[in-house]
């Protein structure tokens, strides 16, 4: 639900170049880190949905719309894939374990890098974009790399704060 408004209002309310700071991939993003795999048929539905409804791509047919949902909804779990075949597993099933900020940047980045250009593909496959491969890819890598920054940094910012407060409160009410 929260993806479907984020993307519309962005798609639909925010500049061009504002979309330069893509927010439903750092959605997509965090809610792979939260729950790994179990993410997965959600965030199909949520992209599928958000495609018929806000029409990103319009004149899109329904199989175009169908690879987008899920090249999105992947786009996290391939970075992940890519990150554990160096034998490292990114996201640690313990959620108390805390995660690598470098494996956090890498699961970021691999996830764009997969993201934007399998999307632009599609696009160009079906006729909906016909322009410069590397520039409209890069601009997805950087909407979605600066969106996913940005929801994933914030989450665990409130998070920490969150635990601190808590901790704070507990050593006042112990007094």
């Known amino acids: 639900m929260a993806y479907t408004l984020v993307f519309g ?20 993003l965090l809610g792979f880190i939260l729950l790994k795999h179990w993410v997965l048929p959600s965030l199909f ?13 319009p004149g899109a047919s329904i199989y175009t719309i169908v690879v987008f949902s899920i090249t999105s909804s992947l786009a996290p779990v391939m970075a992940y ?20 900020w ?4 890498a699961l970021s980045v691999i996830s764009c890098l997969f993201n934007g250009p399998l ?28 969106g996913a920054s940005a929801v994933v940094i914030g989450y665990f910012l409130a998070k ?3 635990a601190l407060l808590w901790k704070v409160a507990l050593s006042r009410s112990s007094q």
Not at 81 to 95: A, E, F, L, N, Y
């Open 45 to 57: 539905l949520a992209q599928f949905v958000t495609s018929l409804l806000f029409e990103p791509f």
């Open 102 to 105: 470098q494996y956090l940047v």
């Open 9 to 28: 209002l962005q798609i639909n309310f925010m500049r061009e170049e504002m979309i330069y700071l893509f927010i439903p991939h750092g959605i997509r």
């Open 81 to 100: 894939w890519v990150i554990r075949g160096v034998g490292v597993d990114p996201v640690p099933s313990d959620q108390n374990q805390p995660l690598s």
């Open 119 to 146: 999307v632009v593909l599609n696009l160009m496959q079906q006729g909906l974009y016909s322009g410069p491969f590397v520039h409209e890819s890069t601009k997805f890598f950087v909407g979605d790399l600066l």
């Open 160 to 162: 920490h704060s969150y």
